[in-house]
């Protein structure tokens, strides 16, 4: 056997990831990742459900309403409206669980994107953010999409057409009862509710639809998140969001090209940890073991207590100051840590470094 053989089966044997004794070896760590694959999709598949479901409610209230007022001989086209501000609420909580829906759904493109496709191509090797951000979103959870993001695409996805939908309805309604409607002042009058006259009516239509289209436009180039399939080209990020998936390209150009937010990758905090001890190899060794993290020796002098100390400098990210910590405080009870932010680390480990 040849010491390249020794040193493959020495590496696959290796333990990842270790917890109080027990050691979690390559293809079992693999195998956690893949049974916590399935529990994202599951999450996500139930949220898509919700979403569905309130699509749906929205669908069956638009469709009771219309049959009501246009089968009735009766002035009923109050019910159209009615029924759009409930639609309106539909629409609302559908936004709020579209959030949600990312969230989970951002999780599974990650484990897909940086772990999984990551191992089809060269240098067959996951990403390397991707444990950092997929841990960051399991410790400190954060929406990836904004409340007005979610509203204007589910708004443009579905919402749309069940408004106009309505508006069709409500018109139709107008015009025909009780018999068709000669001039625009018949059309006008026959607008009125109650006290409030037809032009007013009129008036809070056009401003109600106006101001959904006018969000749908707003919020059209926002791609804060990418849980589902999305036209990411590049241009004029107002109307590519909204017209992008109608564009005709040319049939000789099969890259087209897409934005920095077709990656659903978050950048991940970075820390910089400044350690004083007085047992720097000690605490060096287990830095490079425990945590695969390089560690840069500064010679430095107390000036209060006139000794010479030996300060440690660590890049790491977040989510490993813990384990830092746990580690300077077995090897020295008595060091010094700082931990600072930093506004860029650059290099092996990190983001590469590039001309």
Request: hydrophobic share 45%; glycine share 6%; proline share 5%.
């Amino acid at each position: 056997m040849t010491d390249q053989t020794q040193n493959t089966g020495k590496e696959a044997n290796e333990p990842v990831w270790s917890y109080r004794g027990y050691h979690l070896r390559p293809s079992e760590f693999t195998t956690a990742m893949v049974h916590f694959y399935r529990a994202e999709i599951q999450r996500s598949n139930t949220w898509r459900m919700r979403l569905d479901n309130t699509t749906n409610w929205a669908v069956i209230t638009s469709s009771a309403a219309i049959s009501f007022s246009l089968s009735s001989p009766q002035n009923h086209y109050g019910v159209i409206i009615l029924n759009s501000l409930l639609v309106l609420i539909f629409l609302w909580i559908e936004a709020r669980r579209y959030r949600y829906y990312e969230l989970w759904s951002l999780r599974t493109r990650l484990i897909e994107t940086d772990f999984f496709a990551a191992m089809l191509v060269p240098p067959f090797t996951p990403h390397a953010d991707w444990a950092e951000n997929l841990a960051e979103s399991l410790l400190t959870p954060e929406f990836p999409i904004s409340l007005w993001e979610a509203f204007g695409r589910r708004f443009r996805r579905n919402y749309f057409w069940i408004f106009m939908v309505l508006d069709a309805a409500w018109a139709f309604k107008t015009y025909l009862h009780p018999t068709p409607a000669l001039t625009w002042m018949d059309f006008v009058s026959r607008a009125a509710i109650g006290s409030i006259s037809g032009e007013v009516m009129i008036a809070l239509g056009l401003v109600f639809n106006g101001l959904l289209i006018l969000m749908a436009i707003l919020t059209a180039g926002l791609t804060q998140a990418s849980g589902e399939v999305l036209p990411k080209f590049q241009g004029m990020p107002v109307f590519r969001g909204l017209w992008g998936s109608m564009e005709v390209h040319d049939k000789h150009d099969h890259h087209p090209k897409k934005t920095e937010t077709s990656s659903p990758r978050r950048r991940r905090q970075q820390l910089l940890a400044m350690i004083i001890t007085t047992k720097p190899c000690e605490v060096s060794d287990q830095i490079i073991k425990e945590m695969r993290r390089g560690a840069t020796s500064l010679h430095g002098q107390g000036m209060y207590s006139n000794t010479e100390r030996e300060v440690l400098l660590v890049a790491l990210t977040v989510t490993e100051t813990a384990h830092l910590k746990v580690l300077v405080q077995a090897q020295d009870p008595g060091a010094f840590v700082i931990v600072m932010p930093a506004q860029e680390v650059l290099g092996r480990g990190f983001k590469p470094l590039k001309t």
